[in-house]
């Protein structure tokens, strides 16, 4: 079996691309973290590959409210080679999709994510991920990082489906030789809030922001589909914690 994944050094991706060499020993793992211009990017066309996963994005909510145009030339206008391609060679295809897709019109990312679910080849998977989390992960713009590291300076009344990066990989590791197609949720589908997070990670003593506009309230995954597959989620972010609860 012969694997693309682009993103293969970024949050997620590093994850599944080690995942992916340890598991797929007789396979052939190519990673590839795209140029400015992925037009220059020279799919194979005598021997195409198998399965491409797709994961480079932004993926940065904030950023997408005040640099939309950038969300647009990188996640939708980057991706349209990756689908074409899938779709000439009848590639299977995996994409990060988002939860912000139930809301898209609301900030530039989801847009992005609501635009490639309509671009994306037939023999594809649009994964919509949920709120995707790791402890020490090395984007410091994520929450959970930043009540990590004391360096969060708000909290907000939203209710997160948060998702442990290790259940990402496992959904992976599921719809790679599946033959599902369409779109799907990749979380738990048992919301924690921010505040009670918060307060078990010793940061519930921050002041709440009420005004978040292009932010949901809520999310909360359906993730039926993909437990029909085998899948389940296996770490609750509540677990991941030390109990430092604030007073």
């Known amino acids: 079996m012969r694997i693309m994944l682009t993103g293969h050094r970024g949050f997620i991706g590093s994850y599944v691309f080690d995942f992916l060499q340890d598991k797929f020993k007789s396979s052939l793992i190519e990673g590839v973290d795209f140029p400015d211009d992925i037009q220059d990017f020279n799919f194979p066309d005598d ?7 797709h994961l480079a994005a932004f993926a940065a909510l904030r950023d997408s409210i005040e640099n939309p145009n950038k969300f647009w030339e990188n996640n939708v206008e980057k991706s349209k080679p990756i ?8 590639v299977r295809c995996l994409y990060a999709s988002s939860a912000a897709v139930y809301e898209w019109w609301i900030n530039a990312y989801g847009i992005s994510k609501k635009v490639n679910e309509v671009q994306a080849p037939p023999n594809s998977v649009g994964m919509r991920f949920f709120n995707v989390y790791a402890e020490r992960v090395s984007r410091t713009d994520m929450l959970y990082r930043m009540l990590e590291d004391k360096t969060a300076t708000y909290l907000t009344r939203h209710k997160r489906d948060w998702i442990h990066v290790d259940d990402i ?13 369409g779109v799907l949720d990749v979380g738990t589908g048992d919301p ?6 918060a307060t078990k990670m010793g940061m519930g003593h921050l002041p709440i922001k009420e005004d978040t506009p292009g932010e949901r309230d809520i999310t909360c995954a359906d993730p039926s589909k993909l437990m029909e597959l085998g899948w389940r989620p296996t770490i609750n972010i509540l677990d991941t914690v030390k109990t430092n609860e604030s007073p």
């Open 83 to 90: 689908f074409d391609y899938c779709r000439d060679n009848n």
């Open 47 to 53: 021997d195409p590959y198998d399965v491409v996963i």
């Open 192 to 197: 924690v809030s921010v505040i009670d997070l």
């Open 169 to 181: 990989v496992s959904a992976i590791a599921t719809l790679i030789p599946s033959s599902y197609t």
